[in-house]
């Protein structure tokens, strides 16, 4: 099967692209705030341990803020990863189009979600499901 070509405006697309840029300018500046870069591959961060010193209690508060950035370094890397993913369709043409039923999906969620990958429809389906 393959792929349908977006069906949407180049107006729309530049807008899309525009805000897709713009977060991964924000995912990025805010992981160099807490973490490292992987050198070894494009996407990968590492929350880097915090250093307050050396007495038990700064060892301990140094812990709990590594803990603490951990789940959101997880969460930024994803949305980066998708950010990267949907700016890649958008270079390609395959930009907006649902992953499961192949048909465009709304404008409006995509405006709302620039990495939104499925339509509602299918979205619905899917969380039904779980
Ligand atoms: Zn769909």
Redesign the pocket.
Known sequence: MTKKKSAFTKEFLNEIKALLLQEKENLTDELDRFTKKNPHTSDDYDASFPNYGDEEDENAREVAQYTANKPLEITLEKTLRDTNKALESLSKGTYGI??????P?DEKRLRARPTSG??I???KTLTDEV
Not at 98 to 103: E, G, L, P, R, S
């Open positions: 649902c992953k499961y039923c192949d048909q999906i499925a339509c429809s299918c979205k």
